[in-house]
C-alpha cells in the first residue's frame, strides 16, 4: 500500500485525536478574534427590544446539557434584558430534563441582575415547568393552560400565584420566545401558537437548525433566530454583557479550519490518487 | 358565525383536494387502472442488503432513531418507518439473515415487537426469532453507546436508517461506513437528511420515504395513491409559477391563498 | 380486526374537522381530553419498555450469558434511581444523579458527532461528480461562513454564503417540504382507509411471490 | 468535597467513557453504556410513573371518572408482556396514532404546503427570486413518481437534484460548527481550573490500563478503516 493510499484510508482514531487538540487547545489558551453581528440575531434582539414594558412573554426553554453551553448564555441575558425593561415572564418547557435547566437560566440569570430590578417568583417570572406529549402537549397549552398544569415547576398550586391570574391560553402574551435548542420543537409553536392565536414569535436554535427555518423568518411567521453559541456571543455583545458565549464563539474557529483543511486534503489526494489510477 | 375558520378556507379546499385525487387514483386502482410509477432503486436495495448479511453470516440493524408515537411531525415518518419494517422483516426471515431493531419509545416498541413478530409468522419461521432480543427497548439516548459498541462487536454488514432521523443520523452512518455495512438511509427532517444523503449507499429523500412503504405493498391501490400525491405536486407548480406571473403584472393572490 | 382501523380514521378525522370548523365547546374539551389522554399512555408505554428491558438484563443474569457482569451494573443503577425517582422525584439525589450523570454523558454523546462528522467529511465528501461537488462546496462556504474567522480570512464567503443558504437552500428546502407535506397526507388517507396498517401489527394477506 | 464539585469530576468521568466509544468497543466504553443506560432507564421510569400517577391516577381518586378509561388504555398496553393479550395493545395505539395523523395532517397542509406555496409566489423581477422559484418547483417536481426520467422531465429532474444537494451542503457546513461547539461546550466542563486536575489524572489511569489492555490483547483492537 503507498503512502498516498494510506493517507486516503488514514484511520478514523487519528482525526479524532486531531479534532480534540484543535478544540481543546483555544480553551486553555484563549485569542480573541473580531466578529460581525449577523442579521437573524440583530432582528431578534430588535424584536426582544420592540416589546412593550409590563406586557407577559411565554419562554419555551428547551436546552439540555449539550445545548446549554451555547444557548445558555443568551438565554440569561435575555432573562436579564427583558426584567430590566419590567416584562413579565412565564416559562415552561417540554422536556424533563429542559425543564431543569430551564431553572439553572433562571438562578444564573437572577444573579446577574442589576440592583434593583423586581425579580420575585410568581410576580415577576413564573415556570410552569414539564409540559408533556411534545407538540400535542404545546396545543394543549396554548389552548388552555390548567388543562395541562394544576402547579407550577416548584409545586405551588396555580391559582396561588398572583401571576398567572389573568393567563390561561396563548393569545394572553405579547410575544413567544422559543429557545428550542436542538430540539426542533419551533415548528410546535409556530404551528400552535403562531398560526392559530396570532402572537408574534422569535427563537434560539442550534446553528445547524438555522436554514430550516429561514424559511418561517423570510414568512414573518418568526422574527428572526438567534442561531447557536454565535448567536448567545452577538445577544451577550449587544446586551453589553461579555460572558462564556463569546469564548467557546472563539473555539470554533480551530474545528473548522481543521475540518476545512481535511476536506481540502481529501480532496486534492483523491485527484492525484485518480490522476494515477488514469495513468496507468 | 362562520362556518369555516378564518384563514383556513383555501387550506381546507387543498386538502380535500389532494385528498381526493388519492382516494380518485386509489378507486381506479380497483377496478384495475394503475398508474406507472417511476422505478424506485431502493425497492431492490432492501434484499440486496439482506442478501449481503445472509452471504456474511452477520446481522442488519433496521434503525428508526426518534419514534415519538405524539409528535405528529415526527409520527408520520414513524409510521412510514413501521410499513417499511414489515416488509424487510418478512424478508429478513425469508432470506434468514440476521436481523436487529432497537426502539427508543415505549409504544412504538411494542408496535415494532408486533410488526416483527408478525413477520416471522407470516413465514413460518416463528421458531428462529428471539423477540426480545431481535425488538429490544433501549431508552432514548443510550441508545447511542449501546448500538455503536454493537456495530463494532457484531461486525454488522447492513443498515437501515429509515424514520426521523435527528442527531444519531451522522453517529451511525459513520460508525456503520467503517465497520463496512451497506446502508440504505431516509428520512424527512431537512437538517439530518444531508447526511444520509452522503454516507448512506443508498437514500430516500423527504416525500420518497412515505413512498416507499406504498411501493413495497402488493396492494395496487396503494402504490395507486402515490399518482394522487403527484396532483398535489402538479398544483403546487402551478400556483407558485402562476401566483409569481400574476404578482409580477400586478395581482397578488397572496390575500386569496390565506383566506 | 377492523375495530382499531375504524377507530383510528374516526379520531384522526375529528381532529381535522376540529381545526377547519368553528366547533361546539364540548367536542374541543372532548379533543382535549383525549390527547392528554395520548399523553398518558405514552408515559405509560415508557414505563413499560424500561421494565421490559431490566427483565432482559435479569435474564442474562440469571442465564449468566454471555458479558453478564455489565447487566449487573444496569441492574443496580436502574433500581437506585428508579428507587429514589419514585419516592420522591424532586428528591436531591436523585436530581443530582441526574445532573451530574446523565446530563454530561448525554452531552458527551452528542458531541460524538462533531467526530463522526469530521472522520465522515474526510472520507466522503469528495467531488467524485458534479452532484457530489455541489455538496462539497456549499458545505465548505457556510462553514468557513459561520466561524468567526472565515470572514477574516476569506471576505467573500460571508455575501456568497448568505447567498447561498437563502436562495438555493431555501428553494431546495421548500421544495423537499412540498413534498413531505403531501407524502404526510398520501399516508394519511391510506392509514385511515385501512390499506396500510402495518403500524398495528395487522400483516397484509396478500402477497406477490 | 461539595456535591457540586464532586459533580462536576464525576461528569468528567463519565464523558471520558462516552468518548472512549470513539476508540472501538472496548470494557469502558461498555461500562459507560451499562451505567447510563441503567440510570438514564430509571429516570425515566421515575418522571413517567409520577406523571401517570398526578394525571391519570390522582384525578381518578378525586372523583374524575373520566381519566378511567386513560387508565384502561394503559393496562391495556401491559398486555404486551404476554403475547395471547397482544391484540389489546392495539387499541391505545390506534388513539395516539389517529390523533398523531389528524394533528399532522391539519397543520401540513396549512403551514408546510400552503405556507409555502404562498412564500414562494414573489415578483419576477429579481434573479433571486426567479432562481427561488425555478428551484423550488423543480425541487418539488423532484419527487414526482409517476414521471419517468426521460424526455423534457430528466432536465426538470436534474435541476431539482442541484438544488436539493446544495440545500443538503449548506446543512452540512452549517452543523458542522454547531457540532464542535457542543464539544467545546463539554471540555470547557471537564477543563475547569478545579476538575482539569481530576480529569488528566483519570485520562492517565485509563490510558495506561486500556493500552495494557490493547498490548496483551485482552481487549480487542477494530482496524481502521
Given at each position: 500500500m503507498s503512502l498516498m493510499d494510506k493517507l486516503l484510508d488514514l484511520d478514523q482514531r487519528i482525526i479524532y485525536a486531531m479534532l480534540f487538540i484543535a478544540l481543546a487547545f483555544p480553551i486553555l489558551h484563549p485569542i480573541v478574534l473580531p466578529m460581525d453581528i449577523q442579521a437573524y440575531s440583530q432582528e431578534s434582539f430588535d424584536f426582544a427590544d420592540s416589546i412593550p414594558d409590563g406586557s407577559v412573554v411565554l419562554i419555551e426553554g428547551g436546552l439540555t446539557a449539550a445545548t446549554y453551553p451555547q444557548g445558555g448564555p443568551g438565554l440569561e441575558v435575555q432573562i436579564v434584558h427583558m426584567l430590566r425593561k419590567d416584562v413579565k415572564l412565564v416559562f415552561f418547557s417540554i422536556g424533563t430534563e429542559t425543564a431543569a435547566w430551564t431553572v439553572t437560566a433562571i438562578n444564573n440569570a437572577l444573579a446577574r441582575l442589576p440592583a434593583g430590578v423586581a425579580a420575585e417568583n410568581g410576580v415577576n417570572w413564573v415556570h410552569m415547568g414539564y409540559v408533556p406529549g411534545g407538540e400535542s402537549g404545546t396545543a394543549a397549552f396554548a389552548n388552555d393552560i390548567r388543562s395541562v398544569k394544576s402547579e407550577d415547576h416548584f409545586g405551588t398550586p396555580i391559582d396561588q400565584i398572583p401571576l398567572m391570574n389573568d393567563i390561561n391560553m396563548a393569545s394572553d402574551f405579547a410575544a413567544v420566545f422559543w429557545w428550542g435548542g436542538s430540539e426542533g420543537s419551533i415548528p410546535y409553536g409556530v404551528r400552535q401558537i403562531v398560526t392559530p392565536f396570532g402572537v408574534p414569535m422569535t427563537g434560539m436554535c442550534t446553528t445547524n437548525e438555522v436554514p430550516n427555518y429561514s424559511p418561517y423568518i423570510n414568512s414573518g411567521q418568526l422574527h428572526g433566530i438567534i442561531g447557536g453559541v454565535r448567536g448567545s456571543a452577538e445577544y451577550e455583545y449587544l446586551m453589553s454583557m461579555p460572558g462564556l458565549a463569546l469564548g467557546q464563539a472563539m473555539a470554533t474557529n480551530f474545528g473548522g479550519l481543521l475540518w476545512a483543511f481535511l476536506v481540502v486534503l481529501g480532496n486534492v489526494l483523491y485527484f492525484i490518487a485518480r490522476r494515477e489510477g488514469g495513468n496507468k | 358565525m362562520a362556518i369555516i375558520v378564518e384563514g383556513r378556507i383555501f387550506g381546507l379546499i387543498a386538502l380535500l383536494v389532494i385528498t381526493g385525487s388519492i382516494v380518485y387514483y386509489m378507486q381506479k386502482a380497483y377496478s384495475g387502472k394503475i398508474p406507472k410509477l417511476r422505478r424506485l432503486q431502493a425497492v431492490d436495495v432492501i434484499d440486496e442488503i439482506l442478501g449481503r448479511c445472509v452471504e456474511m453470516g452477520r446481522p442488519a440493524y433496521y434503525l428508526m432513531d426518534t419514534v415519538s408515537m405524539d409528535t405528529p411531525s415526527i409520527l408520520a415518518p414513524t409510521v412510514a418507518a413501521f410499513q417499511i419494517l414489515a416488509y424487510t422483516a418478512r424478508r429478513a426471515a425469508h432470506l434468514g439473515s440476521k436481523f436487529f431493531v432497537p426502539v427508543t419509545q415505549g409504544l412504538a416498541y411494542t408496535i415494532a415487537s408486533e410488526v416483527v413478530d408478525e413477520a416471522y409468522k407470516a413465514e413460518n419461521k416463528q421458531d428462529e426469532l428471539k423477540l426480545e432480543e431481535t425488538v429490544m427497548y433501549l431508552p432514548d439516548g443510550a441508545d447511542r453507546m449501546y448500538i455503536i459498541n454493537h456495530m463494532w462487536s457484531d461486525e454488522m454488514a447492513g443498515a437501515f436508517f429509515l424514520?426521523?432521523?435527528?442527531?444519531k443520523a451522522v453517529i451511525f452512518t459513520e460508525n456503520a461506513a467503517r465497520v463496512g455495512a451497506m446502508m440504505l438511509g431516509g428520512t424527512d427532517t431537512t437538517h439530518n437528511i444531508p447526511f444520509l444523503v452522503a454516507i448512506c449507499d443508498y437514500s430516500l429523500i423527504g416525500e420518497e420515504l412515505y413512498a416507499l412503504g406504498a411501493y413495497l405493498s402488493e396492494d395496487p391501490t396503494v402504490s395507486a395513491s402515490l399518482a394522487g400525491q403527484d396532483i398535489g405536486k402538479y398544483i403546487a407548480a402551478l400556483l407558485i409559477i402562476l401566483g409569481s406571473i400574476l404578482i409580477t403584472i400586478g395581482m397578488d393572490i397572496k390575500g386569496l391563498l390565506s383566506m | 380486526m377492523q375495530i382499531p382501523i375504524i377507530l383510528t380514521a374516526i379520531i384522526g378525522i375529528l381532529m381535522i374537522i376540529e381545526f377547519f370548523f368553528p366547533m361546539p365547546t364540548a367536542m374541543t374539551s372532548l379533543n382535549v381530553t383525549l390527547r392528554s389522554f395520548v399523553t398518558i399512555i405514552s408515559a405509560a408505554a415508557l414505563i413499560l419498555g424500561t421494565l421490559v428491558l431490566t427483565i432482559y438484563h435479569g435474564k442474562k443474569v440469571g442465564t449468566k450469558s454471555s458479558e453478564w457482569y455489565y447487566s449487573i451494573i444496569y441492574i443496580a443503577a436502574f433500581v437506585i434511581t428508579a428507587g429514589l425517582g419514585v419516592i420522591n422525584v424532586r428528591d436531591t439525589t436523585f436530581l443530582w444523579i441526574y445532573n451530574n450523570m446523565t446530563s454530561p454523558i448525554g452531552a458527551a454523546l452528542y458531541s460524538l458527532t462533531a467526530f463522526y462528522i469530521t472522520s465522515a467529511a474526510y472520507r466522503v465528501l469528495r467531488a467524485r461528480n458534479w452532484n457530489s461537488a455541489v455538496l462539497l462546496v456549499c458545505a465548505l462556504i457556510v462553514l468557513l461562513m459561520l466561524i468567526p474567522v472565515g470572514a477574516i480570512l476569506f471576505p467573500p464567503v460571508v455575501p456568497i454564503g448568505t447567498w447561498i443558504r437563502s436562495i438555493p437552500s431555501g428553494a431546495g428546502f421548500r421544495g423537499m417540504i412540498i413534498g413531505t407535506s403531501l407524502g404526510i397526507m398520501g399516508l394519511g388517507v391510506r392509514v385511515f382507509t385501512g390499506?396500510?396498517?402495518?403500524?398495528?401489527g395487522i400483516r397484509e394477506e396478500r402477497r406477490k411471490e | 468535597m461539595d456535591s457540586f464539585l464532586l459533580g462536576l469530576i464525576a461528569g468528567s468521568f463519565v464523558s471520558i467513557g462516552a468518548y472512549s466509544v470513539l476508540i472501538g468497543d472496548n470494557p469502558l466504553s461498555k461500562f459507560t453504556e451499562h451505567l447510563y443506560m441503567g440510570i438514564l432507564g430509571g429516570f425515566i421510569f421515575a418522571t413517567n410513573w409520577n406523571y401517570v400517577k398526578t394525571n391519570a391516577i390522582i384525578p381518578v381518586l378525586q372523583g374524575n371518572f373520566v381519566y378511567i378509561f386513560a387508565i384502561i388504555l394503559c393496562v391495556m398496553l401491559l398486555s404486551r408482556l404476554n403475547t395471547d393479550w397482544l391484540w389489546l395493545s392495539r387499541y391505545p395505539v390506534a388513539v395516539t396514532v389517529g390523533a398523531g395523523l389528524g394533528l399532522a395532517i391539519r397543520t401540513t397542509v396549512m403551514s408546510d404546503f400552503l405556507g409555502q406555496i404562498n412564500a414562494t409566489i414573489l415578483p419576477l423581477n429579481s434573479l433571486d427570486n426567479i432562481l427561488m422559484v425555478i428551484g423550488t418547483v423543480s425541487a418539488a417536481a423532484y419527487f414526482i413518481f409517476t414521471a419517468q426520467t426521460e424526455g423534457p422531465y430528466k432536465y426538470v429532474n436534474m435541476t431539482g437534484r442541484v438544488f436539493l444537494l446544495a440545500a443538503f451542503g449548506v446543512t452540512y457546513g452549517q452543523t458542522v460548527s454547531f457540532r464542535f461547539e457542543l464539544v467545546i461546550g463539554r471540555l470547557v466542563d471537564m477543563l475547569r481550573d478545579e476538575v482539569a486536575m481530576y480529569t488528566y489524572a483519570m485520562l492517565l489511569i485509563i490510558g495506561v490500563g486500556l493500552a495494557y489492555g490493547y498490548y496483551t490483547k485482552k481487549i480487542k483492537w477494530y482496524s481502521g478503516r
Open positions: - | 424514520g426521523s432521523w435527528y442527531h | 390499506r396500510q396498517k402495518e403500524h398495528l | -
